[in-house]
């Protein structure tokens, strides 16, 4: 079932974006050259503890999952997009990083992913995360009362076939609220004016994700990690947005 936040529900949820905001911003500055991807889920889950948050990732255990996830970010390198398992890794030099972090403050969750660049970037890589994060900013804008969850979806879809990149609608965005997936599923690409009408109180984590020259995914054998089929690389842009009836509010917006 969608379910609705009043605007005194969406106050509530602003401290858990806000906090997503802060640890993304401090993994952002803490991602360089030589840093194990081990590090910087230590630091997430210091974050954690002094903030007396709770993690979305550490207990998760889908039906598809072999085990718990375990950690409380996901780093995903490279090839990798999606649901990146922190593992012994050290960061080198030009590797794409995507991190993704969903916490539970007070009963609320918030979730967003940022894509980062350590050390020298390579200019298609620059130009891959570009996209979603233009993506992201058109999902964002067409989150308005009024308007169609295809509009987000077709937003999105736009940025990216005009960049030059095809779209995967398998995994996209969702609901967010008491829990860190709800519906609707929010897809990265669709039809403008179809799907569910789009009315004040919706809260959904939007996060276009695309490969640099497929849109076929396969599972690491850790269970969790999505790399791209052809070994291209990826990025991920997402933020939480609630819909409201003076526009969208991004409650993880960064400084
Ligand atoms: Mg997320």
Redesign the pocket.
Known sequence: MVEYRTPAEIEEMRPAGRFVAEVLTALRAKADVGVNLLELDALAHQMIRDRGATSCYVDYHPSFGASPFGKVLCTSVNDAVLHGLPHDYALADGDVLSL?F?VSVDGWVS???TTVVVGTPRPEDLRLIAATEEALAAGIAAAKVGGKLGDISEAIGRVGRKAGYTINTQFGGHGVGREMHGPPHVSNDGRRNRGLPLKAGLVL?I?PWFLASTDEIYTDPDGWTLRSADGSRGAHS?HTVAITPKGPLVLTARD
């Open positions: 993704d969903a979730d967003s992913a984590a996060e997402e």
